[in-house]
């Protein structure tokens, strides 16, 4: 449902290289914040990349970096202040209120906005998790203001703008978005899209506390229970340290045993590109690229997986990328660091076995005595 | 009741190519589909329908020829479909999108009725933003309830409804308040076959369509580029890295072999490997 596919880039493109007046009412908004997402006493990892990322933006616009903290009252939510401010954070915004303590859209939007309108900020990150696309598409409609969705990388431009930076056309190319207008600039980004900040143990700086001008009985919607996942059964591709995936190269569904079989005898977690999903072959929770999981792997195997864009940018952050192809000229081999050209039906059950026999701890005592 | 769906007709992604000299897109001859998230939304709309009666509209934005999947979603059995369809649409972004459509929802609903339950998908599989659904629910007013797996009751006397939602780590157990809006999960329902009565009767509808007016929308400053607050500044192919992948020599070469020397290029080039994944795996 979303337009960000636009019929007509050559107007945009002219409206965009018009000269920049700022309105009144927005020019005194100034630093970046960063949604810090907490969820049952825990903060999304996403969270503290964001806040990487906005100590950059801050550093080149010359202003703060402030972290904002919902949560119920108590420990959960001090403990997410502390963290905030070892990944960064200059000073943090924090609303204690039992109605946050659980995601609900309304409690949510209402403190978010509120911030917003009270200490006006010029950027606005958020992690484009379930949580934080419910919360930023109210946000910015409440405040009329532009919202770039799952971005892949962020700068400030030579007059202070965001440039946010998205794959477009189902991931075919990659567009820059400018809010010009209207302030906040929001932008969400994916969870492992970007790199994770050192952690240093730095003392709670300034903290400027709000109140939620809600009670329970404003909040249409009630929670009448949580049920966590099966975490054996449930991928966790984001923050795996080995990825094997398999694509359309692989044939046929059972050849997808073979990538399993890989990814077991190396410890990994598998995964397959967007043709398999659609296909059936796997769940959703699987797939690989700009509209399924951004990985960021120490060791990312692509079998059978020609590497469209949008399967890229899910990938390129990856420490290395070898890729198993029969095609010579597929565009995974321009982003691979290592490659090898071969039917990967036959491969993969030698690579298989080749891993075992090297890991397995048995040879590894004999090459050590 | 009456249930909205709005649908999008996308480009089919799996055929879309990108001109290799002036990074432009190649729409002639890419098929369009109904975006397949927003077929989990329809279903949804249709078995609800089914159970407790009443109507299914759908509802599109977009160029003319969009009319033709407001057609394939009568043939899977909506009862009606409207086509808002106008030049001053062009170039909206997610909150101008948001804009348009809300305001066509509540004709709809002054025209047909009020709606109960405005669908959306997840998302799109072209623009992928996943806001659209949620700044419908802002501007309209509805119960916002994204990433809905189930549809576990609803009770049209007391306005309530109970649904699974998808969260981060879980599903939370929700109950809200109708008129809601939901955005649906991908992978919750399949969408029927359709019968030979839906596509007779898809063949003979006369499709509403409606320009910005007909519509109800008068601030057309809210609309198309001039409502979008953000603005493409710049759309490019990305760089490739400077060097291609690094070739294992496959030449007179046993798979074996092959295995081995793949597996030693990997621990060349990160050492650290070899002892973590004897650690995790192996054995």
Not at chain 1, 205 to 222: C, S
Not at chain 2, 11 to 18: F, G, L, N
Not at chain 2, 185 to 205: F, H, K, Q, W, Y
């Amino acid at each position: 449902m979303s337009t960000a596919n636009r019929e007509t880039p050559s107007p945009t493109a002219g409206r965009a290289g018009m000269k920049k007046e700022l309105p009144e009412q927005f020019k005194d908004y100034r630093h970046v914040w960063v949604f810090i997402e907490l969820e049952r006493g825990q903060v999304h990892p996403v969270s503290f990349e964001l806040l990487g990322e906005g100590r950059k933006l801050a550093d080149k616009l010359g202003v703060e970096l402030a972290a904002v903290v919902l949560g119920p009252p108590g420990e959960a939510t001090w403990h997410a202040v502390a963290e905030a401010f070892a990944y960064g954070a200059d000073l943090a915004y924090v609303i204690e209120d039992p109605l946050l303590a659980h995601y609900r859209n309304e409690p949510f939007t209402r403190a978010m906005t509120d911030l917003l309108n009270t200490y006006k900020p010029e950027i606005l990150l958020l992690g484009a998790t379930t949580l934080g696309r419910d919360l930023a598409g109210s946000v910015a409609t409440t405040l009329l203001t532009g919202l770039t969705a799952d971005c892949t990388a962020l700068d400030v431009d030579a007059d202070g703008s965001l440039a946010a930076t998205r794959p477009t056309f189902g991931g075919s190319l990659l567009c820059t978005i400018y809010t010009l207008n209207y302030r906040p600039q929001m932008a969400t980004v994916r969870p492992r899209v970007m790199a994770m900040p050192q952690r240093v143990d730095k003392p709670v700086g300034r903290v400027i506390q709000h109140k939620l001008a809600m009670a329970e009985e404003d909040v249409v919607t009630k929670i009448l229970g949580f049920l966590p996942d099966n975490q054996s059964a449930k991928a966790n591709l984001a923050y795996a340290n080995v990825v094997v995936a398999g694509g359309l190269g692989l044939g046929a569904v059972e050849n997808l045993q073979l990538v399993k079989n890989l990814a077991r005898a190396i410890g990994a977690e598998y995964g397959c590109s967007r043709p398999l999903v659609q296909k059936g072959w796997m769940p959703a929770d699987r797939q690989i690229g700009q509209t399924g999981k951004t990985i960021r792997p120490k060791l990312y195997i692509a079998v059978g997986i020609s590497g469209a864009i949008q399967h890229r940018v899910g990938v390129e952050g990856a420490d290395l990328i070898v890729a198993i192809n029969t095609d010579p000229n597929a565009p995974i081999f321009d982003f691979a660091h290592l490659g090898i050209v071969i039917d990967a039906i036959r491969f993969l059950p030698a690579l298989t076995e080749a891993f075992t026999r090297r890991l397995s701890p048995h040879n590894r005592d004999k090459l050590a005595s | 009741m009456h249930i909205v769906v709005c649908i999008k007709q996308v480009p089919d992604s799996a055929q879309i190519r990108v001109h290799p000299v002036t990074n432009t897109i190649m729409r002639q001859g890419v098929p369009t589909i109904i975006n397949p998230y927003d077929l989990f939304a329809l279903e949804e709309a249709l078995r609800l329908r089914d159970a407790h009666g009443g109507e299914v509209t759908v509802l599109t934005m977009g160029p003319p020829m969009a009319e033709d999947a407001l057609r394939k979603a009568l043939t899977y059995g909506a009862d009606r479909a409207v086509l808002l369809t106008d030049r001053y649409f062009a170039g909206s972004d997610t909150l101008a999108t948001s804009f348009a459509l809300s305001q066509a929802i509540a004709k709809v609903g002054e025209t047909f009725g009020m709606p109960d339950i405005v669908f959306t998908g997840k998302q799109t599989i072209d623009g992928d933003t996943a806001q659209v659904g949620p700044g419908i629910a802002k501007r309209l007013d509805l119960l916002q309830l994204t990433y809905v797996a189930k549809i576990a009751s609803i009770d049209l006397d007391a306005h309530e409804i109970t649904v699974e939602r998808r969260s981060e780590g879980g599903m939370q157990m929700l109950k809200s308040r109708l008129p809601c809006l939901i955005t649906m999960l991908e992978g919750t329902n399949e969408i029927r076959r359709g019968s030979l009565d839906d596509a007779l009767r898809a063949a003979r509808s006369q499709i509403v369509k409606w320009s910005a007016a007909d519509a109800g929308i008068e601030d057309l400053t809210k609309c198309g580029l001039r409502g979008s607050p953000t603005v493409v500044k710049r759309v490019f192919a990305p760089t490739s890295r400077a060097e291609k992948a690094a070739q294992i020599d496959t030449t007179d070469k046993s798979l074996r072999d092959l295995a081995d020397d793949l597996i030693a290029a990997i621990f060349t080039r990160q050492p650290a490997l070899e002892q973590e994944l004897a650690v995790d795996g192996g054995a």
